[in-house]
C-alpha cells in the first residue's frame, strides 16, 4: 500500500547566517517546526496529503455546516442556505509522517476539515476548522467511505487542490513573539543584514508556509488565545496561502547552481501547490491546550 510508505523528505538549505554567532540573544527562541511542502499530486486516503481524501468510515456521517450567517464572498456575500454544506477535506496526518508531532494517546492520524464559506464567527471572517483525531488501526476493518460529498456552495479561495506532502523538519525563530527591545534590536539588525547580505531576518529565519508546530507566520500582530481552563494554548498546525518558500526552497526543488535562497525559477514549481488564496495570502493558525483532556482546540486567521 502507498500509505505504508515513508513521506519522502525535503533538503533545508542552511541557514544564510549563523545565528548563534550573529545575534546570540535569539537562540533560546529557536523552535522545530515540520514544513509540509505540499506539491499538487494525486494523494490516496491512507497517506499523509493537504486536500487529499480522508480515512473516513462510510458508516459515519460527513461532517455538514449548517452555520446561519456563512456565506460566499463571489456572491456578492449572499448568505448560504439553508441546506447544511458538506465540509472539504485540507489535511490528514499520520503520525508515522511527522514525529514531532505530539498525538493523543491511542490516536495515530489528524484530520482537519472546513467548510469552505467565510464565517462570522469572532469577526475572523474565515473557515472553521474542525480537528478529527483518529486510529489507523481501528479504521483497518471498517469499510471506508470511497468519495467525500462536494458542497453545493463553496470559495474556491478555500478548496484545497489535492497535494502529496514533504513533511521535513527545519529550525525557525520568531517574527513577532518576543519582547518589544528585542524585536526592535532584531529589526535593527535585519536591516543591516540585508544591505549586506541580501536577505533579512525574517526571510533567513521565520517560515510562513503550512507547516506543524514551530510559531505562527503572523502577518498581523500576535493573537494568542487562552483556554477556558485558563492556560495559554500552543500552536499545533498552520495552514498558509504562502507556499512561496524563498530561502527555505528544498535543495531538490533549486533549478539552477548558485541560485542560494531565491525562488525557484521554474513556473511549474512555483505554482504547483494547494492553490489557495484565503483572502489577501492569509494564514490560519490552529491551536491546542494540551492541558485539557480532551485537547480543546481554537483557530486564528490573519492576512
Not at 85 to 113: E, H, K, S, T
Not at 201 to 217: E, H, N, V
Request: hydrophobic residues 35%.
Amino acid at each position: 500500500m502507498r500509505g505504508l510508505e515513508v513521506i519522502m523528505r525535503l533538503t533545508v538549505p542552511p541557514a544564510p547566517l549563523d545565528i548563534a554567532r550573529e545575534f546570540p540573544e535569539l537562540v533560546p527562541y529557536a523552535r522545530t517546526t515540520t514544513l509540509l511542502y505540499p506539491r499538487a499530486g494525486s494523494p490516496v486516503r491512507d497517506e499523509s496529503s493537504l486536500g487529499g481524501p480522508l480515512l473516513w468510515p462510510a458508516d459515519e456521517p460527513w461532517p455538514m455546516c449548517a452555520a446561519p450567517d456563512h456565506y460566499n464572498p463571489a456572491r456578492d456575500c449572499a448568505v448560504v442556505g439553508p441546506a447544511p454544506v458538506a465540509m472539504v477535506p485540507v489535511l490528514q496526518l499520520f503520525a508515522r509522517n511527522v514525529p514531532a508531532m505530539v498525538f493523543p494517546v491511542g490516536a495515530d492520524v489528524l484530520q482537519v476539515l472546513w467548510c469552505p464559506l467565510i464565517h462570522s464567527e469572532y469577526d475572523q471572517h474565515s473557515p472553521v476548522p474542525v480537528l478529527r483525531w483518529q486510529s489507523a488501526a481501528d479504521l483497518a476493518d471498517r469499510r471506508l467511505l470511497d468519495q467525500a460529498p462536494r458542497p453545493y456552495e463553496f470559495d474556491d479561495e478555500y478548496v484545497p487542490r489535492p497535494c502529496v506532502i514533504h513533511a521535513t523538519e527545519a529550525v525557525e525563530y520568531p517574527n513577532w513573539d518576543m519582547p518589544e527591545e528585542l524585536s526592535e534590536r532584531v529589526g535593527k539588525w535585519s536591516e543591516e543584514i540585508e544591505e549586506s547580505c541580501g536577505i533579512s531576518y525574517y526571510d533567513a529565519f521565520t517560515t510562513q508556509q503550512s507547516k506543524i508546530g514551530g510559531y505562527p507566520g503572523w502577518t498581523q500582530p500576535p493573537n494568542w488565545p487562552i483556554c477556558t481552563c485558563g492556560s495559554p494554548m500552543e500552536h499545533l498546525l498552520t495552514i498558509s496561502a504562502s507556499e512561496s518558500c524563498g530561502r527555505w526552497l528544498p535543495v531538490e526543488e533549486r533549478t539552477r547552481p548558485g541560485c542560494g535562497w531565491e525562488t525557484s525559477d521554474d513556473p511549474e514549481l512555483q505554482h504547483d501547490s494547494h492553490e489557495m488564496i484565503m483572502g489577501d495570502g492569509g494564514g490560519i493558525y490552529v491551536f491546542v491546550c494540551r492541558t485539557c483532556p480532551t485537547w480543546p482546540t481554537v483557530h486564528r486567521y490573519d492576512c
